[in-house]
């Protein structure tokens, strides 16, 4: 029920009771009376207009601006805001099946280059922890200086379109159902205040308005897993999950132990087999082709070291990932020619984003195709059917070559999907595009596994396992421990996709340790990175850890 006196809503559901001041957020509260806003100020700025270049307008707290609010029905409302730089809407509605308050933002201006609409929660109490699906899941004061102040993208930074707000007893949280896969990113603010945005397809150089998501709050008891597990099942019936499910490999749970940036070595492979039983090891491999690592994609023509390494490797057990790449090409390649057309650029700028070793990222024709001892690399939108199409081809005649001696294969940079200046290629995001890169991969002679890097709630679907990385991919030693403990990715995704760690993984130092150590509360198998047969003999303490943990 949404009632409405002047520019106030009262809105009262079967699970919570919220008020609305202009447009505001001032108070929720739950059926047994807690308010969890109770630091709320009617005058916070609610509505803002996010234009290109990171300048924003309020379209609420802005000198000469008018609300109006207008009641559709006992379960709708809208506020509506008139201001210098623009007009805003909040569309108010009720969700009598489940009690969630439902609000959609939209803006829209004379000025061109709005990137965003952006709506503000404020007031929480600062004693609730936020949990939300940064880096695999953390579970943190929302003050910390890590978080705060800080824009996190879905999905490439922000998993899930989710965030909780807890304490022991309970909390509440704001989610979005979008199967559309549209833009919209996380900010994380300062003195309790939290925003999301909205955002439009790229390019945004003219564009007027954004809007077109509805976040849904709502309250809950007990700890953080209510709120993700309704979010889990809403996921695996809008995309159809279970029949993912049915499609991974029976020795997919079977994985106990995974050896990142592992080398083609033999030998290594006889002491390990001695520690672990082989048919639980996963193998991630980078030094596998013809080319030098991360050159001369999508060229995945197999050594013939390598060919001899994976046969005495599968009449061991153990399962071989070769490192292929997803979006990632050398630009000196033939291929470029069809597809060098719809490579990623910046949405801000329209700068192409790709990859480089010891240079800056090259600007023209010329220095794209010359400079391969660097490892340039542009990204390919996988909304592209055409680059799909030469990608998997590719894979597929390695994989022939290796007389489809290994049913599994690591595509790199999975995680590498956002909003950009050319979003839409083929009617395709770059979130859309990649889920249905990687399963087109995955039908390949009949179907294999895919391994990628990163995971959420996009590329999950897909993948049978990822690669992941830590907390600003770098972070270490106390700042790193104290993003670990938190499993919610695991918990979100691990029917589908099992994690395993990317970096720092010899356990040479403390450092090191800690890392292995958040991995494994992130939810993750074991994971060890050693150079030879000496490691496995001789392991540091982590890594005899690890894989006393694999072999129990």
């Known amino acids: 029920m949404i009632t409405v006196n002047g520019t106030t809503l009262s809105v009262s559901t079967k699970t919570l ?96 280059g709005v990137l965003a609409a952006r709506w503000t929660v404020s007031g929480f109490s600062p004693d609730m922890k936020l949990t939300a699906p940064f880096f695999q899941g953390i579970d943190m004061d929302p003050e910390d200086e890590l978080i705060r102040g800080r824009k996190w993208i879905w999905p490439h930074r922000w998993e899930a379109g989710l965030c909780i707000f807890h304490d022991a007893a309970g909390g509440f949280w704001v989610h ?22 909205s955002e439009a397809w790229g390019p945004v150089d003219r564009s007027l308005s954004a ?101 005495f490797a599968r009449t061991l057990g153990f399962h071989v990932m070769p490192h292929a790449n997803s979006v990632d090409m050398d630009p000196s390649m033939p291929e470029y020619k069809y597809v060098g057309d719809f490579k990623y650029r910046d949405i801000e700028n329209g700068t192409l984003m790709g990859w480089s070793w010891g240079i800056p990222m090259p600007h023209t024709n010329t220095s794209l195709d010359e400079n391969r001892k660097y490892n340039v690399m542009v990204k390919i939108h996988p909304g592209l059917a055409l680059w799909r199409a030469l990608l998997a081809e590719n894979i597929d005649k390695a994989l022939c070559q290796l007389d489809y001696g290994t049913d599994v294969v690591f595509t790199d940079v999975t995680l590498c999907s956002y909003n950009l200046d050319n979003c839409l290629i083929d009617n395709t995001t770059t979130m859309e595009g990649m889920a249905r890169l990687i399963d087109h991969v995955s039908r390949i002679h009949g179907g294999i596994a895919v391994g990628g890097e990163g995971l959420n709630e996009i590329t999950m679907q897909k993948l049978s396992f990822a690669q992941v990385h830590l907390f600003d991919f770098n972070l270490n030693g106390e700042p790193l421990a104290r993003t670990g403990k938190c499993d919610l990715n695991r918990f979100l995704f691990g029917r589908l996709c099992v994690p395993f760690g990317y970096s720092g993984l010899s356990g040479k130092d403390k450092n090191e340790e800690i890392r292995s150590e958040v991995h494994l509360e992130h939810g993750a198998v074991p994971t060890i990175i050693v150079g030879n047969a000496d490691d496995i003999e001789h392991p540091t303490p982590e890594v005899a850890r690890m894989l006393k943990l694999a072999a129990e």
Do not use: M
């Open 176 to 197: 979005c159902r979008d199967t559309a896969y549209r833009a919209k990113s996380l900010v994380t603010g300062e003195k309790q205040t939290i925003s999301f945005d």
């Open 17 to 112: 009771d919220a008020v609305l001041e202009a447009g505001t957020l001032v108070s929720l509260k739950s059926k047994t009376g807690r308010e969890y806003l109770s630091g709320a100020s009617a005058a916070s700025p609610t509505l803002e207009i996010v234009f290109r270049g990171g300048d924003k307008r309020p379209v609420k707290t802005c000198p000469q601006g008018r609300i109006s609010c207008v009641t559709l029905s006992d379960s709708c409302a809208e506020i509506r805001f008139d201001a210098l730089d623009g007009n805003g809407v909040l569309t108010i509605t009720e969700d009598e099946e489940n009690g969630d308050l439902c609000i959609e933002p939209e803006v829209s201006s004379a000025r061109y």
């Open 211 to 311: 809007g077109g998501l509805t976040w849904r709050v709502n309250v809950f008891e007990g700890g953080w897993q209510v709120p993700a597990a309704e979010y889990r099942n809403w996921l695996w019936e809008a995309y159809h999950l279970c029949r993912e499910e049915a499609r991974r490999p029976a020795w997919q749970k079977d994985v106990r132990l995974a050896l990142s940036w592992a080398p083609a070595d033999r030998d290594l492979l006889g002491a390990l087999a001695k520690r672990v039983d082989p048919k639980t090891v996963l193998l991630h491999i980078p030094h596998w082709r013809t080319h030098g690592y991360d050159q001369c994609y999508p060229d995945f023509t197999p050594s013939e070291e390598f060919k001899e390494y994976l046969r």
